[in-house]
């Protein structure tokens, strides 16, 4: 199930909440010690830097994939370590990254350590709105013995899950599997929150990873009988079919999706029922044009329906897209305004020019 831990940033004693909550993230993932290490140093420095720079905010720890279509090994789980703040903005981000650089009387290392020690790095900040610094860390390459791994594709995928009132699980869950050419991307909100939410929303992962060759609309029917005996979900599945430059989609239940391309946003119709109890007899399916500007956003309801893409989403230099996604989160949300339901955003996006290789 989705474990996801938060640490509310406001004091210099959730410093070390952030550590330990990372280091039981990367043991449950199985890191080597020094990865774990590796983890731990992390958290510590982006929960320092949210009370040093930002007034405070929060820490999101996750167990994700890597950016699955460029990695091809959606099981290889990392430690996704995610802050985010309302704070003032970091105005010039590649000065932020280089140490020494500092806006506080202190040494100025905090990003640079982050960016090194991590294997995926990934930042954002819009003045006068706010920051999203991401870091995964990943266990120690293991040697192929499968084979040539297929040629990385140029999009990748990412997403945030924050569960409802800082509970132990998220009833919200997505996954993104990559087979020869074509990309994936499900979404899954089972019904109500905690533990039963969480077992629907996990079922419907492990049958789009046992099955992602099936079209959206074949591969929600197979959803559908894998949840029967659970309280069912609202699943939206897209499947881009890259060499085509073809987008299929089709979604059931109050899961939202958008597409961007270029400048304009297009809504995707999900269609009414459940998956697991009440699925449509006909599953119509979308068929989209998708070009080298689009990016592509699923949801839960527990994002706002008239949530705004912002900065981040529309960010013509690649961004990996867990940083856009948790831009969205929190730019529909304030710190006066918590969200009223578990929350998940996935993102299909341009790979980041470090991500594809």
Sequence with gaps: ????????????????????????????????????????????????????????????????????????????????????????????????????????????????????????????????????????????????????RPAPLPVCAGGINIPLAGAEFSGDAWACVRTADRVTLMLADGLGHGPLAARASSAAVETVRCAPHLPPPDLLRRIHGALRDTRGAAVAVAQLDVTAGKLYFTGVGNAGARLRRGDSWQGMVSHPGIVGAHLPTHLPQQRLTWTDDCLLVLHSDGLPSRWSPGPAAHDRSPVDPAVIAAAIVRDAGSPARPVRDDTAVAVLSPCPSDASS
């Design 1 to 148: 199930m989705p474990r996801v831990w938060e640490v509310p940033v406001h004091d210099s004693t959730r410093v070390r909440d952030a550590r330990v909550a990372a280091g039981a993230a990367a043991r449950r993932a199985g890191l080597a010690e020094d990865r774990t290490a590796a983890a731990e140093l992390v958290a510590t420095e982006l929960a320092t830097n949210l009370l040093k720079h930002a007034g405070g905010g929060r820490i999101l720890l996750e167990l994700v994939g890597p950016p699955v279509p460029a990695y091809g090994d959606e099981r290889n789980a990392r430690v996704q370590i995610m802050a985010v703040d309302h704070g003032p903005g970091i105005r010039d981000t590649t000065a932020a990254l280089r140490d020494g650089y500092s806006t506080t009387a202190s040494l100025g290392a905090g990003l640079g350590t982050c960016l090194r020690t991590a294997d995926d790095f990934g930042l954002h900040s819009t003045p006068g709105r706010g920051t999203v610094v991401l870091a995964r860390i990943a266990p120690r390459p293991k040697r192929d013995t499968t084979g040539p």
